[in-house]
């Protein structure tokens, strides 16, 4: 796909997403992954949310009807889901106020995490450089949004040059965030909010994940190299085929005459 600059990320009630100067949609960095990547994970966990809530709702549904319980168990998941995006969206937004030296007055479900986000940048001495920003590849027609980069002291490193995501997931980081940083590190621009500016990608030494949780915050190393990109690279292709895979597939072919072939049982053998 030939992109036409620029490419702006366009802000929505529901979230965002990015065009080009024709008006085409891009494909973002995390659709891709969304749509690319095996989620073993995920199906795991869905099982074990829909067990959860009929265990945990066993009295409320026992009083449902049959169809009306089974609805509320296939959607059990996605509240859960649900739940969990909107705290991760919530947080991502105190903490771009918190970096950029914002006073906040926080509702109390969400205190512990934006405490732990407040004590992870003093003790790693965090100087932003770009907050919440986003970037997009001509080259291989993708854009995203990513968290920050920042010069932060690593021990018995000193400080370098990073490039960070939060994440709030109970589970941690996961393996697929090194696609996604390998993603955002490689891009050649940086792109802004409804913006026609463009500059050129800032280069970073290395790329991590902030686990920002309740009780605390983890700086958890993530390997996004070029090894890493190109396998970001073949996710996208797999995403790509997926988007188009049904159309590769035709309309049944009739046949030239049409058959008079019956089957005669043997109803002394049957």
């Known amino acids: 796909m030939n992109l036409v600059r620029p490419i702006r990320r366009i802000d929505t009630a529901k979230g965002h997403y990015y065009i080009d100067g024709a008006k085409t949609?891009?494909?973002?960095?995390t659709t891709v992954l969304d749509g690319g990547l095996p989620k073993k994970a995920l199906i795991n966990w869905a099982g074990t949310a829909t067990a959860e809530a009929a265990v945990d709702r066993w009295d409320e549904l026992a009083e449902l009807g049959p169809a009306k319980r089974l609805k509320e168990l296939q959607g059990a998941r996605?509240?859960?889901?649900?739940?969990?995006?909107?705290?991760?969206?919530?947080?991502?937004?105190?903490?771009e106020r918190l970096i950029n030296g914002e006073s906040l007055e926080v509702p109390e479900e969400l205190a512990g995490h934006v405490e732990s986000y407040a004590r992870f940048l003093n003790a790693f001495k965090i100087e932003p450089v770009a907050v919440e920003f986003g970037v997009a590849s001509y080259k291989?027609?993708?854009?995203?949004?990513?968290?920050?980069?920042?010069?932060?002291?690593?021990?018995?490193?000193?400080?370098?040059?990073?490039l960070l995501d939060i994440k709030t997931s109970?589970?941690?980081?996961?393996?697929?965030?090194?696609?996604?940083?390998?993603a955002y590190?490689?891009?050649?621009?940086?792109i802004g909010k409804g913006e026609e500016h463009e500059r050129p990608m800032i280069e970073v030494e290395a790329c991590a994940g902030i686990h920002v949780r309740g009780d605390g915050a983890d700086l958890?190393?993530?390997?996004?190299?070029?090894?890493?990109?190109?396998?970001?690279?073949?996710?996208?292709?797999?995403?790509?085929?997926?988007?188009?895979s049904r159309d590769l597939v035709g309309a049944p072919v009739p046949p030239a005459i049409e058959s008079t072939y019956r089957l005669v049982r043997d109803e002394a053998s049957a």
């Open 170 to 182: 109970r589970s941690g980081i996961f393996g697929e965030v090194a696609l996604q940083l390998a």
């Open 78 to 95: 996605y509240a859960e889901k649900d739940k969990a995006a909107k705290r991760g969206t919530e947080v991502h937004a105190y903490a």
């Open 140 to 162: 291989h027609a993708y854009a995203g949004t990513t968290d920050l980069i920042a010069d932060i002291v690593v021990p018995r490193h000193g400080r370098k040059r990073l």
């Open 220 to 244: 958890v190393p993530v390997t996004a190299d070029e090894a890493v990109f190109r396998s970001f690279l073949y996710v996208k292709q797999v995403y790509e085929f997926d988007q188009v």
């Open 185 to 190: 590190r490689y891009a050649e621009v940086i």
């Open 25 to 29: 949609r891009v494909t973002g960095v």
